[in-house]
């Protein structure tokens, strides 16, 4: 019993980590400051980028609002759930390898609260059209929100 225990753990951290190895590191382009804050730093919207980490040759530009003040300083500010993406193809996409993706895979997360909310893309395949859709939304362990923004790059489309 205490060997399959074992065993089912390492598994399920295995599978943690295969995720987490496959979920794209955002590059901060810049951000702007929208509240003034007298103690701590500004509220602000940063602009980041990421590559999909399965999709070779194209990047995903994402627009999120992140509380300052002492909380934001602290890491303990909950950021609001609105953001907003663009994506676009950067270089050659294999088409073959789109085919095989699986759709609704998340390919960025970003924690929007200390412990329970986070910022997330996740990518989806429209075979009929032949394009990949980027989607953004904010969820929290309980109630999510229904603010989201989409982004879509045409595979066939040449360099």
Known sequence: MTRRLVRFAAALLGLAFASVA???????????????????????IKVEVFDDPEVPGVACY???AEIGGIKGALGLAEDPGEASIACRQIGAIDLEKVKKLRNGR???SASASI???????????????N???????TDRVIDGQPRNSISVV???RPM
């Open 115 to 129: 412990i329970f909310k986070r910022t997330q893309v996740v990518r989806f395949y429209d075979a009929k059209r």
């Open 22 to 44: 496959l979920s794209a590191v955002a590059e901060e382009v810049g951000a702007a400051s929208y509240r003034f804050k007298w103690i701590g730093p500004n509220d602000k």
């Open 62 to 64: 994402l627009s999120r």
């Open 131 to 137: 394009v990949l859709v980027y989607l953004t939304y």
């Open 154 to 156: 045409p595979v066939n």
């Open 106 to 108: 998340e390919v960025f």
